[in-house]
């Protein structure tokens, strides 16, 4: 399946209105990002490593971990090896709320592949 860009445009507002609509958390693209690379990538996960994975500042991952920690969504645990580092880990939480977005993006892929005429401005059903 080839998505083309309004489709792809289409495929994201579908995903972003139905986790409004479902009254999820609120996450930035950057606390998503960090999220994901978390969850799809091989551990250990470190603030630096996030850091340099996704080129942005250790502030800035810093940030958006103690707001995903506080959400539940990932954890924070001094490394037992060398007690100078911490790692990033992955919660229930986090794996429940990545599991129901795969799903409202393969709910919304299909919605799309089902109608591949849609235009931008289409409701949202």
Do not use: C, F
């Not at 995903?15 to 091989?42: C, E």
């Not at 992955?90 to 709910?107: A, N």
């Amino acid at each position: 399946m080839k998505i083309r860009s309004l489709e792809a445009l289409n495929l994201w507002s579908d995903v972003v209105i139905g986790a409004v609509r479902k009254d999820v958390p609120d996450l930035s693209q950057r606390q998503l990002a960090i999220l994901l690379t978390v969850y799809l990538t091989p551990p250990p996960h470190t603030v630096r490593g996030l850091a340099e994975h996704l080129k942005i500042s250790k502030p800035a991952v810093t940030r958006a971990l103690d707001t995903l920690s506080i959400m539940g969504l990932a954890k924070r645990k001094r490394d037992e090896a060398d007690k100078r580092n911490v790692l990033v880990q992955r919660t229930v939480s986090g794996s429940v709320y990545l599991s129901e977005l795969s799903d409202q993006i393969t709910s919304a892929a299909e919605r799309i592949e089902e109608e591949p005429t849609l235009t931008l401005l289409r409701p949202v059903g």
